[in-house]
């Protein structure tokens, strides 16, 4: 099945400055990669997502970039605020799989200091 | 609409205790899955629902029994807890199985097994 690697597990920056995330698959036939957001004691939230057909995609601070002959997906936070201090999980889409479609990354906890 | 609601939101149970986690979803979605998250691995699937009377097993059954009980309910059954099965069990939903779609999360049920 679809194996998902991300990167770093923790990332401190300072408020204002970028973050950037990065997460790579192994199975070519993914195509769709959503990005959640998971706040201390919350549910997971969807924030952003690209399917295969896309390159880049953004939605006011955030962004995510996808590089299919690499095979990796990156999302992106400008102008960090305290507030985007939670746990990031990327995941992967993979349509030939027959059982579990959906494989997560085991997640990134930001921290952005004030 | 309330999306996913799962319950209980905490529960503590005995070695060997039995218990049925519950989950609802009011978004009328086909596909519904049971997760644990366990710290530094991320979400892994347990058991899911492709569509209303069918269940199959995920990455991590063993321990673990479900009931997709109508189109809205899917309940997850530890029968015999063990300490290992501490954890935070996630219920999510999506319109199709088979669909390139987001998943979305319930509040979760944070377990602790003595």
């Known amino acids: 099945g679809e194996n998902v690697e991300q990167h770093p597990s923790t990332l401190s920056v300072q408020e204002g400055d970028s973050a950037v995330i990065k997460c790579t698959y192994s199975?070519?036939?993914?195509?769709?990669f959503p990005w959640y957001k998971q706040e201390l004691g919350k549910r997971p939230q969807l924030i952003i997502d690209?399917?295969?057909?896309?390159g880049e995609k953004k939605d006011q601070r955030i962004a995510v970039t996808l590089n299919k002959t690499a095979k990796h997906f990156s999302l992106h936070i400008t102008e960090t605020q305290p507030e985007d201090s939670a746990v990031y999980f990327c995941?992967?889409?993979?349509?030939?799989?027959?059982?579990?479609?959906?494989?997560f990354g085991t997640g990134t906890s930001l921290t952005v200091i004030p | 609409n309330a999306g996913v609601t799962q319950t209980p939101k905490f529960q503590v149970l005995k070695t060997g205790q039995s218990m049925t986690l519950q989950c609802a979803q009011d978004?009328?979605?086909?596909?519904m899955y049971w997760y644990r998250q366990d710290p530094g691995m991320g979400l892994r699937l347990i058991y899911y629902?492709?569509?209303?009377?069918?269940?199959d097993k995920g990455e991590v059954p063993n321990g673990y029994n479900v009931s997709r009980l109508n189109k809205r309910e899917f309940s997850l059954r530890l029968e015999s807890a063990a300490p290992s099965q501490t954890s935070v069990y996630f219920c999510?939903?999506?319109?199709?199985?088979?669909?390139?779609?987001?998943?979305?999360f319930g509040d979760g049920t944070r377990l602790s097994i003595l």
């Open positions: 999510a939903s999506s319109q199709y199985k088979g669909s390139n779609q987001p998943q979305h």
């Open positions: 199975d070519s036939a993914s195509n769709y």
């Open positions: 690209i399917r295969s057909n896309v």
């Open positions: 995941a992967a889409w993979d349509p030939t799989s027959t059982g579990n479609q959906f494989y």
């Open positions: 978004m009328n979605h086909n596909s």
């Open positions: 629902s492709a569509s209303e009377g069918t269940t």
